[in-house]
Nanobody
Framework: QVQVAEFGGGLVQTGGSLRLSCTIS????????VAWYRQPPGKQRELVAT???????NYEDSVKGRFTISRDNAKNTVYLQMNSLKPEDTAFYYC???????????WGQGTQVTVSS
C-alpha cells in the first residue's frame, strides 16, 4: 500500500511563510499526480493546488501568486511553498497522491497550519 506523509505545518504570523512536504512511498512516483487540499475549521475540504506527473501546476484562486507547488522526483516529494500567509489560510492541509492509471488514490494524515493575526 502506498504511504503518503505530510510534514512542515506549524504556527506562523500573518505575512509569514511555511513549506509543506509530502512524501510518497512508491518507486513509480514519477507516475503520480499530487494535490494539496485543506480543511479550514468548520468547513469542507477544498482543493488548493495540483501538480501533474509532467509538472503542470494549477491553483485555487485565493492562493495564486502566494503558493507554489513543486515536485522533486528524485526524493519522491512534493512541496507546497506558502508565502504571504493570511489567517484564512488556517486549516488542516492534506496531500493526495493519485497514480495516472487511477489504480492508486492515497491520502496522508494531514498537517495543521495556523496563521495568527
Amino acid at each position: 500500500q502506498v504511504q503518503v506523509a505530510e510534514f512542515g505545518g506549524g504556527l506562523v504570523q500573518t505575512g509569514g511563510s511555511l513549506r509543506l512536504s509530502c512524501t510518497i512511498s512508491d518507486r513509480t512516483f514519477n507516475n503520480y499526480e499530487v494535490a494539496w487540499y485543506r480543511q479550514p475549521p468548520g468547513k469542507q475540504r477544498e482543493l488548493v493546488a495540483t501538480i501533474t506527473s509532467g509538472g503542470i501546476t494549477n491553483y485555487e484562486d485565493s492562493v495564486k501568486g502566494r503558493f507554489t507547488i513543486s515536485r522533486d522526483n528524485a526524493k519522491n516529494t512534493v512541496y507546497l511553498q506558502m508565502n504571504s500567509l493570511k489567517p484564512e489560510d488556517t486549516a488542516f492541509y492534506y496531500c493526495n497522491a493519485r497514480s495516472v492509471n487511477a489504480l492508486v488514490n492515497s491520502w496522508g494524515q494531514g498537517t495543521q497550519v495556523t496563521v495568527s493575526s
